[in-house]
């Protein structure tokens, strides 16, 4: 009986095809799996931020966000103990792994730069007090008593790599009547385009939440 198998060159060429194979598609498979990891970590943080405002309303029997303690000038630490604002929210309505209030403290939290998905520089943070919860992310915010909302940035992972615009970097408002928890803007075509001059990742960020919600919390180039 004659016995039949691949020949050596046979099974050196099949090795080189998958090999190649392999080469190709590797980057866009961990690329898509760490799209998916910071969709996921958006998607809780916001669910976070947003359990947390209800809460404080509850709390408070506030009609509004705005009538509630976390909507005045963040105060910490003063001897009467009442502390207020974003300091006041942050540490009592969220699971905090890490305080930044201010200076080198800020890179427990975020990182000090961001850049747009282009390599533009996007520059710092912003808000009055940070913290970084137990689950990584960074969440700043500060309220802004002329608009009457509290403004929040958010870094799915704190201050690790890759702190670009879209990707693991957002912004996002509280709405000072309903507590609603929306994108600074509704255009997702803004997202890493700079439509403002803050010298903070609101001028590159602002449409970036949007898209990711409007896609099903799905982040996307």
Known sequence: MRKFGFTLAEVLITLSIISVVSIL?????????????????????????????NTIMVDEMAETFATTSASLPSRCGYNDGKDAGACYFLRNYFKVA?????????????????????????????????????????????????????????????PSQPNIIGLDAFVAVINGNTGEVTDWSNNADSCNKKVSSYN??????????????????????
């Open 98 to 158: 890490n305080l930044c209030a201010s200076g080198t403290q800020i890179t427990k939290c975020a990182s000090r730069s961001y850049k747009s998905i282009n390599g533009a520089n996007a520059n710092g943070i912003f808000g009055e007090d940070c913290i970084q919860t137990t689950n990584g992310a960074g969440i700043c915010m500060g309220y802004n008593a002329n608009t009457k909302v509290m403004n929040v940035f958010i870094d799915v992972n704190g």
């Open 25 to 53: 598609t590797l980057p866009y498979i961990i690329k898509n799996y760490r799209y998916k990891t910071y969709s996921a970590a958006l998607e809780k943080t916001y669910s976070q931020i947003t359990d947390a405002v």
């Open 200 to 221: 903070h990742v609101g001028d590159y960020a602002s449409g970036c939440l949007y898209k990711v919600m409007r896609n099903g919390w799905v982040i996307s180039e």
